[in-house]
């Protein structure tokens, strides 16, 4: 998957959750929506400038960056599939399985990141 591919996931996955709110209006739908929005354009931003980090230090704060983001989609993720075992809306199961499919992607861009990151300062060495 390459990271054009990757951006149009998280925005498609972006629409998805900005539906939420309008399944239950007056509930906490909507704060919900709000911060997984956030967060997915926050880790597409920072996994930009991970690439495009210039320095060793930058490199790994932007990779704090991104783990961060991934841990607060995975705790929303989390929180939200735990509301909605009640209900059992087919909308919101499927928003939560698009997010941990997302966080999973991020997530192996950054395992392949460090790995090449490694192998490179292996071979300098």
Known sequence: MTLEQLSRLNEKFQQKASG???LLPGSNLLTFSTT???TTKKLDVVLKKVLGAKSEGSFYTQIEAMEEEMDELIFMMDRLDEANRK???GTIT???K???ELVSL???CCDQILERKTKKQDEIE
């Open 20 to 22: 939420l709110a309008e």
């Open 36 to 38: 997984i929005i956030r």
């Open 87 to 89: 209900r059992n809306i």
């Open 94 to 96: 499927d928003v939560v």
């Open 98 to 100: 698009a997010g941990y």
């Open 106 to 108: 991020y997530s192996l």
